[in-house]
């Protein structure tokens, strides 16, 4: 870890889920196209194991500007929370991979990672069922003079 970057984040981390649906599958899930909703652990996976094909990637509001300042060169270092199970796995490798500090470690225990589930219909419409899971977490103790180090500027979502 190093403590002197130029962006940190703080913020929601969520892996978006993003399959192509077509408009029966959204009335079979009750989903109102163009909508966000809120679920709960359980319809996430009941949608989860319904939308098929998808690409997995991290995402959050935050976390997509921490990567994509990252990507552009820029030192970032990212603090959200995750579980230690496959979406946080993915979430964690992507940020890594585009050279951004995580500062925590992926929680054994807890909620499980947050998702949101973007189904897309062939006209180009996004609607999303987000899981906020593990995100919610987040506490006063993960914010510590280690992991918050020396950041040039931080950007705070919540």
Do not use: W
Not at 89 to 117: E, K, Y
């Amino acid at each position: 870890m190093t403590d002197q970057v130029q962006l940190l984040g703080v913020s929601n981390a969520i892996v978006d889920v993003l399959a192509h649906v077509d408009y029966e599958f959204l009335d079979r899930i009750d989903a109102i196209p163009g909508s966000m909703t809120l679920i709960d652990k359980e319809r996430a996976k009941d949608i989860y194991n319904m939308m098929g094909p998808a690409a997995e990637m991290s995402g959050g509001s935050v976390a997509n500007t921490v990567a994509g300042f990252a990507n552009l060169g820029g030192s970032a270092a990212y603090i959200g929370k995750v579980r230690d199970d496959q979406l946080g796995r993915i979430f964690n490798h992507d940020m890594r991979s585009l050279g951004v500090d995580i500062r925590l470690t992926p929680s054994p225990d807890g909620a499980p990672t947050a998702r949101s589930h973007i189904m897309i219909t062939a006209d180009g419409q996004r609607t999303m069922n987000t899981y906020l899971g593990a995100c919610t977490e987040l506490g006063v103790a993960d914010i510590t003079p280690e992991t918050f180090g020396k950041p040039k500027a931080v950007l705070i979502e919540g």
